[in-house]
């Protein structure tokens, strides 16, 4: 197969990709942020509004059973796309952020108390903290964290001293979102359950790069936002076993998750609607399901392998530049690369190569603490989508050298 002419036919599909900026060509590599969108998505969505609009669960009018047939169809979709045992584990929620707080408010109010611990690792988004802490404020338990190396890979040799009676569940993040580490989550699934202990994977940054099968993973809970996995925004997923599902109690309440309400007393809807209270976001759930069908069409082997090239090609290019230091280098890389130049300021090095058309994310990536025992602020990061090319990355590293000179460095 002809790669480069491939990736350009697909990026025909993207019609963000055409955008211009400052008449030069956009060259987007910011997608651990967010994805660009396939216009089949965007269709899908439109579709939905112009045809179908209705709400679903509710109505016995056509249009309320069509949609209710398509958000139905979506979920469905999901969990062949997860390889979940059961759809009704699979829960719509609004992104990984909310999945996340909904298992640290749920499980926490059943499962932990004062005195117990959660495990964390060193290199988790701030949306696999903070709802960990809020918990722990709430109930009186502690945080441990897994350390991560100068490499930036998990230091997992300390496991079992890490490991107590005490811990309740673990959460830890597929793919670091700012250094682009793969962890190993089977093995560190294994581990916790040898105790009993349940695993949330963050599954945030996997879902682009890497196939899902929470029951290979054999994970209690998995979860991912659908825009950043070529979907729209507004919806995103939580995998649980239903075992947890049942004894967890309810993280929202109102319509869709109830099946009966007096003042007195309130009986639960059967999973997934007993975690799915209101109007549900169906048309990003629609295109969500539009998104995957059109990724389950492509050569998944070319894109893995033109990724890779992507990756190493960035890092070879960047080598060139004198005083910069790359963060996280670890073997297992997804295509995430993260560096900083000699004391230049993140943000001016993203201002600056954004008038050259890069899209560059810069600062702690919401990554706090990770950044604080690097002993750095923050990061310049390039992150690559199956739609890059390697043009972009000599635009990139191009743009650099203008940083360079800018500084007189
Ligand atoms: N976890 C990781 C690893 C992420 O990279 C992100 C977003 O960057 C999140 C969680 C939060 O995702 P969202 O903002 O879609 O809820």
Redesign the pocket.
């Known amino acids: 197969m002809d790669i480069i002419k491939y990736i350009d036919k697909i990026r025909q599909d993207f019609p963000a990709l055409k955008t211009k900026v400052f008449g030069k060509p956009l060259a987007y590599l910011d997608n651990?942020?967010t994805t660009q969108k396939p216009q089949l998505m965007l269709d899908a969505i439109e579709d939905y509004y112009s045809a179908i609009n209705a709400n679903v669960h509710r109505g016995v009018h056509f249009l309320s059973e069509s949609a209710t047939e398509a958000y139905e169809g979506a979920r469905q979709r999901l969990q062949q796309f997860i390889n979940a045992k059961h759809s009704n584990e699979c829960i719509f929620v609004?992104?990984?952020?909310?999945a996340i707080n909904l298992v640290a408010t749920s499980f926490g109010q059943q499962f932990v108390k004062q005195g117990d611990e959660i495990v964390l690792t060193q290199m988790e988004?701030h949306?696999?903290i903070v709802p960990w802490k809020l918990l722990c404020e709430r109930s009186g338990a502690e945080l441990r964290i897994i350390p991560v190396n100068n490499n930036g890979e998990l230091e997992l040799s300390n496991l079992d001293a890490i490991f107590s009676e005490r811990t309740k569940i673990v959460a830890v993040?597929h793919?670091?979102?700012s250094l682009g580490t793969i962890n190993p989550v089977k093995e560190i699934i294994s581990k916790a359950h040898e105790r009993n202990i349940p695993v949330l994977i963050?599954g945030?940054?996997a879902a682009a790069h890497i196939k899902i099968d929470v029951q290979d993973l054999d994970c209690d809970f998995y979860v991912l936002?659908a825009?950043?996995c070529y979907g729209p925004m507004g919806v995103?997923l939580l995998y649980a076993k239903q075992k947890w599902l049942e004894q967890m109690p309810p993280y929202q309440g109102g319509g869709d998750m109830i099946l009966q309400v007096t003042f007195e007393k309130i009986t639960y809807n059967s999973l997934p609607f007993k975690f799915e209270a209101g109007t549900p976001s169906v048309a990003d759930a629609i295109g969500w399901h539009a998104a995957l069908d059109y990724l389950a069409h492509l050569d998944h082997k070319a894109i893995a392998q033109h990724e890779k090239v992507l990756l190493e090609y960035c890092v070879q290019r960047l080598q060139e530049l004198p005083h910069l230091k790359f963060w996280g280098t670890a073997k297992n890389k997804a295509p995430i690369v993260s560096f900083t130049l000699d004391d230049i300021h993140p943000h001016d090095i993203g201002t600056i190569v954004n008038e050259y058309g890069v899209a560059v994310r810069t600062g702690h990536h919401?990554n706090m603490p990770l950044m604080d025992s690097f002993g750095i602020t923050g990061t310049v990061r390039a992150s690559f989508g199956l739609y890059n090319t390697i043009q972009e990355v000599d635009q990139l590293c191009d743009a650099l050298q203008n940083v360079h000179k800018i500084f007189r460095r």
């Open positions: 651990a942020a609004r992104g990984t952020t909310e988004h949306s696999n993040t793919i670091s979102n963050d945030a940054q936002s825009h950043k995103g919401c």
